[in-house]
């Protein structure tokens, strides 16, 4: 079975008939919901026939590499780009317009007008998404507090540091207190204290029940924060699911060594076929075959400090499905969605 | 209307008058006005008065020459220069004695040097014109700008011409006046009957009401327009090299915030000229002449101005979503910028005849009717009726087309980034899904 074929499975059960109001099908419980989302740009599918549900209250991490469609999906999500086939429901509502204002966002490409002073730019953004000046400065001005920046916020924009400003860009996507929270690698280019911040800032807002979708090519947070992670490749979903689950249908088949001879010598014990990639300290090996004939192999060789038979991390999933050298790939186990 | 359009509205209104390019745009077309008219009254109150000393070299029977320039400079000793306020320089003619030099070159290069060196303003040859001819006259000077005096050499001798004539063939003496004097055209309005039924005074014709308030509507038109509506390129452009245009769309739609932007636009241009007009009525108070300021066409004046925004407004829009940054937007703003000038370069010919055919297409066609049609209404005797509401109408038309056009076209301009769209891209746009 292909693991692409996810998203067309989950579509079937979607009646795309309906149009106007909520779905009972995409159901109540969603705080968004695709259905056989397809969108093309000339000749290119940047997004094909995706499905997808987002359960209120769940964070979700977005994964895949660049030019996978991801940010295209976003912008569907949120109805910058029309579908050219398909149907997307955001908040129990399916003309997205509607529901616009309860949804926050952060663009990957994201910036903030350099002369305005930090409050304007934020008291502008809040009140475009609906929300009364009252109701956007109560909210900015915890959330300056919250992150430090209470001091500037009568600065311009072009006073602030880059880290200063990508948690300003945070506050203007979540002043209006949005119900579902879109952001678009919302860690890239933070230092890991601003990262901390930002992080603890996204939990925050979770344990409110807010819904947060990110991406981020980042596997260790997306492994350490989401409750569900979901994988695009070439446009199609081939990951949907808990970490434990994606994790369970590629099985126990990484062995994890650390070894007195390193790399070299893992190499020249693993058998023929076997992956071996090389973290310095660690080597993971996958396709090693009988685990205990590789520990023998390497006992042999050298002094043997760590043996752990393990799953396999999310960093090692990604590559596997779009390595250098990936096709679609074939889910080893059925459907983790 | 959108609450939203309102607070985009109000965001780039706000902006626009906050900016340092909108105050100098304020401060500065006074002092600019102002430091004119200061200019002017410095350059009168410390224009050189010093005397004008010009060698005349007479070559004239009788020194006839010489002869009228000094009757007549000394006749302008008594009249223009004498009153202080003229503030005129003298005139002075000195005789050069031809015998003092060896040979009519080395006269020259004499009285060169004395005009190189300050003691001359200029010298003057004068010699007979043969037969029948008036004399030929050689004026020598190193500042030629100076045209006062040379103008008046030659009206003083072209007048000692015709009086010799005069004299030569024994006509009564004052002829020469009743030759000179020419028949003047007072220009006056239309009669028209009174209340009481009987014919009122024509009106002698007001300059200030013919060209002075027509080309002041179109300054005010003009830079109001201008003042305002290439922001609007600059602001698109900026949200979309600082990365801020998608956050902006995932707000609120495309054409709502292209709208937002339009409306604070003409904001902007309805606040410029209320402050210009404002300056203008003060000023018109000032000279007492409210009375001749054309309070009935403020009503066209505003909905023209709104229209001339909008459509203006729509093609710089347009060019600041479908590039990226100011180097292709130059290069596209030619054309636009060709387009709204030209009907400033053709309003001289539009006032000379205000309803003649040319005048009457061009105002009607929808691109310069927001120029041309307040133009025309200023300039006496306004056109037919029917035109005003037909071109605001075509205006309109055209507006809300354009609107719609530059609507497309920022939905997907806003969001590209790297090469700048050409003209053909933009019109893809329009037709896109």
């Known amino acids: 079975m292909v693991l692409g074929a996810v998203g067309a499975d989950a579509g079937r059960h979607f009646s795309r008939g309906a149009r106007g109001g909520a779905c009972a099908t995409m159901g109540a419980m969603n705080a968004l919901a695709l259905r056989g989302v397809t969108k093309s740009f000339g000749g290119h599918v940047a997004v094909d026939d995706l499905s997808l549900d987002v359960p209120r209250g769940a964070v979700y991490g977005f994964i895949g590499p660049n030019g996978s469609g991801k940010s295209t999906t976003i912008r569907m999500i949120m109805n910058i780009l029309l579908p050219d086939r398909g149907e997307i429901e955001v908040l129990g509502e399916r003309g997205t317009r509607a529901a616009r204002d309860r949804v926050g966002y952060l663009p990957e490409e994201r910036g903030l007008y350099k002369k305005m002073p930090v409050r304007r730019v934020l008291d502008y953004f809040g009140r475009l998404k609906g929300r009364t000046r009252a109701e956007v400065t109560a909210e900015s001005e915890a959330w300056l507090e919250r992150l430090g920046l209470a001091a500037w916020a009568d600065k311009k924009v072009e006073a602030l540091s880059k880290g200063m400003a990508q948690k300003v860009q945070f506050i203007a996507a979540v002043a209006a207190k949005p119900e579902l929270l879109i952001l678009d690698e919302p860690f890239s280019g933070l230092d890991p204290v601003n990262m901390e911040a930002l992080k603890d800032a996204i939990l925050e807002l979770r344990r409110r029940g807010v819904t947060i ?60 076929g076997a992956v071996v990639n090389d973290y310095g300290r660690v080597q993971e090996i996958r396709g090693a075959g009988d685990p205990q004939a590789l520990l023998r192999a390497l006992a042999e060789r050298t002094a043997v400090r760590r043996f752990e038979i393990a799953h396999p991390s999310l960093h090692d999933v990604f590559v596997r499905i779009a390595g250098a050298d990936a096709v679609m790939p074939a889910a080893p186990r059925g459907d983790a969605a | 209307m959108s609450r939203k359009i309102l607070i985009v509205a109000a965001s780039e209104f706000a902006t626009a008058v906050k900016s340092k390019a909108f105050v100098i745009g304020v401060v500065m077309l006074p002092i600019f006005m102002g430091g004119s008219l ?62 003092e030099d060896a040979s009519t070159e080395a006269r020259g290069l004499r009285l060169s040097a004395d005009v190189k060196e300050g003691r001359l303003f200029a010298f003057v040859v004068v010699e007979p014109g043969g037969p029948g001819a008036p004399p030929r006259i050689a004026y020598h000077t190193d500042t030629p700008t100076y045209r006062d005096l040379p103008e008046w050499i030659e009206r003083t001798l072209a007048d000692a011409w015709r009086a010799a004539v005069v004299r030569e063939l024994g006509l009564a003496p004052g002829l020469v006046a009743r030759l000179d004097a ?40 003009f830079m109001s327009t201008m003042s305002a509506a290439p922001q609007l390129l600059n602001a698109v452009l900026e949200e979309k090299q600082l990365r801020i245009s998608e956050f902006l769309v995932s707000a609120v739609t495309a054409f709502d915030l292209m709208a937002g932007k339009l409306l604070g636009c003409v904001a902007v241009a309805a606040l410029l000229t209320a402050l210009y007009m404002g300056g203008a009525v003060a000023v018109a108070a000032h000279f007492e002449m409210l009375d001749r300021l054309p309070w009935e066409l403020l009503p066209w004046f505003f909905a023209f101005l709104v229209a001339a925004t909008l459509v203006y407004g729509s093609i710089f829009i347009s060019i600041g979503a479908a590039c990226s940054d100011l180097k292709d937007a130059q290069s596209m703003m030619s054309p636009a910028m060709l387009l709204v000038m030209l009907p400033v370069l053709v309003a001289g010919a539009v006032l000379k005849e205000p309803n003649g055919s040319f005048a009457t297409s061009l105002s009607m066609f929808p691109l310069f009717s927001p120029v041309l049609m307040p133009l025309r209404l200023a300039a006496p005797p306004g056109p037919p009726w029917w035109q005003p509401p037909l071109a605001l109408a075509a205006t309109a038309a055209v507006t809300a087309l354009f609107v719609w056009a530059a609507g497309r076209i920022f939905r997907v301009g806003v969001l590209a980034q790297g090469k700048g769209a050409s003209f053909r891209d933009m019109l893809r746009w329009i037709r896109a899904k």
């Open chain 2, 182 to 221: 020419r028949p003047r055209v007072v220009q006056l309005g239309l009669l028209s009957r009174g209340a009481d039924g009987a014919a009122a005074v024509a009106e002698a014709h007001d300059p200030i009401r013919t060209y002075l308030v027509p080309m002041v509507t179109l300054f005010l038109l």
């Open chain 2, 38 to 99: 200061l200019m002017e009254k410095l350059s009168r109150d410390h224009a050189d008065v010093s005397d004008r000393r010009f060698a005349v070299v007479d070559g004239t029977p009788d020194g006839a020459a010489l002869a009228a320039l000094e009757a007549a400079a000394a006749l302008r000793d008594r009249t223009a220069t004498a009153d202080p306020e003229r503030r005129e320089p003298r005139y002075v003619p000195v005789r050069v004695d031809v015998a």
């Open chain 1, 213 to 272: 979708l990110f991406s981020t090519h980042d596997m260790a947070v997306a492994e350490r924060m989401c409750d569900r992670i979901f994988m695009i490749f070439r446009g199609r979903k081939v990951l949907d699911g808990t970490l434990a689950e994606i994790q369970a249908r590629y099985g126990e088949d990484v062995i994890r060594v650390a070894t007195d001879g390193g790399a070299d010598v893992v190499r020249a014990a693993a058998p023929a």
